[in-house]
């Protein structure tokens, strides 16, 4: 279905899945997913951004015991883990600008590709920070962002209203 969407009907009808099938997801889907997540925008076109794979059961395990948010991880086929490079960044902080622009490139195209997604937050949260970057033994210039659970979809979502014009102000605050 996804596959037959027009770019704002993707932007519109992704939702986050929880819920998985068993099927393997290919490793063509995976690089053509990430491939999406490389061509965000980031500041100074730095690029300061790393994907970890995770298709080890065991990796998924881990995470699960540290947050307590990553159930989907259980039936995921793969997840992918969002990484900013500080060596990298255009300036202090930018890499979570730019990591959050990938990490929304991964969910729309794994989406248009028929694959169901979750986003798990990593960032800010110090304490998962540290455990995500000892079970992935990420080097200290290297911080974890998130976590995008992916599977093919066990579960259907329907559409919220999520539109709320009261939201957009026109030249200044207000009316």
């Known amino acids: 279905m996804a596959n037959k969407l027009n770019f704002e009907e993707i932007l519109l009808n992704r939702r986050s899945i929880r ?27 730095k690029k ?21 948010n990553a159930m989907m991880l259980k039936e995921a086929s793969h997840a992918i883990l969002v990484c900013g490079d500080e060596k990298l960044q255009h300036d202090d902080g930018f890499w979570i600008a730019d990591c959050g622009a990938a ?6 195209s794994a989406f ?15 304490q998962r920070m540290k455990a995500v970057s000892d ?7 290297v911080r974890p962002f998130a976590l995008v659970a992916l599977g093919y979809p066990a579960e259907e979502k329907k559409f919220p209203e999520r539109f709320e014009e009261g939201k957009i102000h026109y030249g200044k605050w207000g009316e």
């Open 19 to 45: 819920r998985y099938t068993p099927q393997k997801i290919s490793p063509e889907i995976i690089t053509k997913i990430i491939k999406a997540g490389m061509y965000a925008p980031s500041a100074v076109n």
């Open 48 to 68: 300061p951004w790393h994907f970890i794979v995770i298709e080890e059961k065991e990796k998924m395990e881990s995470v699960i015991k540290i947050h307590a």
């Open 103 to 108: 990490t929304q490139n991964i969910l729309l």
């Open 112 to 126: 248009n590709s028929g694959i169901g997604s979750c986003w798990i937050g990593i960032y800010p949260r110090e």
């Open 135 to 141: 079970i992935f033994n990420l080097p200290e210039h």
